[in-house]
């Protein structure tokens, strides 16, 4: 058998069998014995093919007899035809190599008969019908399942499209988006940048002005620690002059022994001690001019008399505008010129001291003046009184020290 091949016009399966034309027993000879010899090898072929389809086995197996019957009728048949020589050998050649391909295909070593033919040839034919409808139905089967798959791929490619179509428009809006975020993103970017950018403007700006407010402030502590100290040491000074008098300085008023004196000069007569004029006329020119320095700095303006400080020649004057002498020598008898200076001399110590009484309550003159007595002595200058009118000299100073210190 060749199974999926064609040979003389039939299909051939894996159980057919090749047909070979009848035996040439009849161009031969009349002899009959060819003619029963392959009558022999059909009769026996045919029982065996029988028995095969009767066993249900579908094949033949013809024995060792069978082959040499078969074998001798065709050398006899070929002997008879000895006048076509060259067509005998091309057919024997022929049978040869059928014979042999035949051998190689299966177990049966020779021909069928007619009827074994036909039989075969029906049960061929119904095979044939059968695998025609089988392979009509399997055509109509895939027919079908070629119209389902098309269906099928249809429905799931226009699904399949419409899914990409939707995903395609989904990665679209989410570039869209994308583009939209990175585009916001960058201007936030930029944004940033040129916030940054002047933040560090405004930085530098402001490192600038903190130098600049540092070397200021510095220069405003270096000025204000020289005021300080300039202050402290004004305030040193003041607080040592407020310590200090300067009229006490200007005109010292002390004492040596009975006399009282003023910037050295002794003021006042005695038997015992004299005293030239000079220096008792340079006593009373420093006594006027204290007495008018301290109403000048509280701002008094005497109302009684007025003092006309003229150094070592001193002058009293009164509100008439006489002017008296407050200078010697002068003697002890006509002396009244001399006499009423002095006393207008007290009157503007008396002034003075009510002016700062009037300031200060507590402000007391150690030695009351009343009229041109003081602490009860008069200041008049008479014979045979130089002890006397040194003395009230002496209240008259001491007078004006307490009113030089208030």
């Known amino acids: 058998p060749l199974a999926g091949s064609r040979l003389l016009g039939f299909d051939v399966g894996e159980s057919a069998f090749f047909v070979l034309p009848p035996p040439p027993s009849a161009d031969v000879g009349g002899d009959g014995t060819g003619g029963g010899a392959a009558q022999m090898a059909s009769g026996e072929s045919c029982v065996d093919v029988r028995a095969a389809r009767e066993g249900g086995s579908g094949e033949l197996v013809p ?34 190599r059928v014979f042999e391909a035949a051998s190689e295909g299966c177990d049966a070593h020779q021909p069928l008969c007619l009827e074994c033919l036909e039989l075969l040839c029906e049960e061929l034919g119904t095979q044939a019908e059968d695998a025609d409808a ?32 939707a995903e395609l428009a989904e990665l679209e809006r989410q570039a869209l988006d994308a583009e ?40 405003h502590e270096e000025e204000r620690d020289a005021t300080l100290a300039s202050l402290q040491w004004a305030q040193a000074q003041l607080a040592s002059l407020r310590g200090a008098n300067v009229l006490n300085d200007a005109f010292h008023i002390w004492h040596r022994g009975r006399f009282g004196t003023i910037s050295g000069f002794r003021l006042g007569r005695l038997s015992g001690a004299g ?37 070592s020649y001193p002058k009293m004057a009164d509100n008439k505008r006489n002017r008296y002498e407050l200078f010697g020598p002068v ?5 009244s010129n001399f006499n009423s200076a002095q006393s207008l001399f007290l009157s503007c110590l008396a002034e003075f001291a009510e002016h ?7 402000f007391q003159l150690p030695y009351a003046i009343e009229g041109d007595k003081v602490g009860g002595t008069p200041i008049r200058l008479a ?10 000299l002496k209240y008259t100073l001491t007078n004006l020290k307490i009113c030089q210190l208030w």
């Open 180 to 219: 939209a975020d990175a585009d916001a993103a960058g201007r936030e970017l930029l944004e940033a940048r040129q916030h940054e950018k002047r933040v560090q403007e405004r930085e530098e700006e402001y490192w600038g002005e903190f130098h600049a407010f540092q070397l200021e402030l510095r220069a």
């Open 63 to 96: 024995g060792a007899a069978q082959a040499s019957a078969a074998a001798a009728a065709a050398q006899v048949a070929l002997q008879r035809s000895a006048g076509d020589a060259g067509a005998v050998v091309r057919q024997l050649e022929t049978l040869q």
């Open 331 to 335: 003697g002890s008898v006509f002396n």
């Open 275 to 311: 005293v030239e004029w000079d220096e008792i006329n340079a006593a009373w020119g420093q006594a006027v001019l204290c007495l008018h320095t301290m109403a000048g700095a509280v701002g008094l303006n005497f109302t009684s008399a007025t003092l006309l400080p003229m150094g």
């Open 356 to 362: 700062a009484t009037a300031r200060s309550p507590d």
């Open 134 to 165: 089988a392979a009509e139905g399997y055509e109509a089967a895939l027919a079908r399942l070629r119209a389902d798959a098309a269906i099928a791929g249809a429905a799931t490619a226009a699904d399949s499209e419409s899914a990409a179509e």
């Open 383 to 392: 014979p045979m009184r130089d002890e006397r009118w040194t003395q009230a």
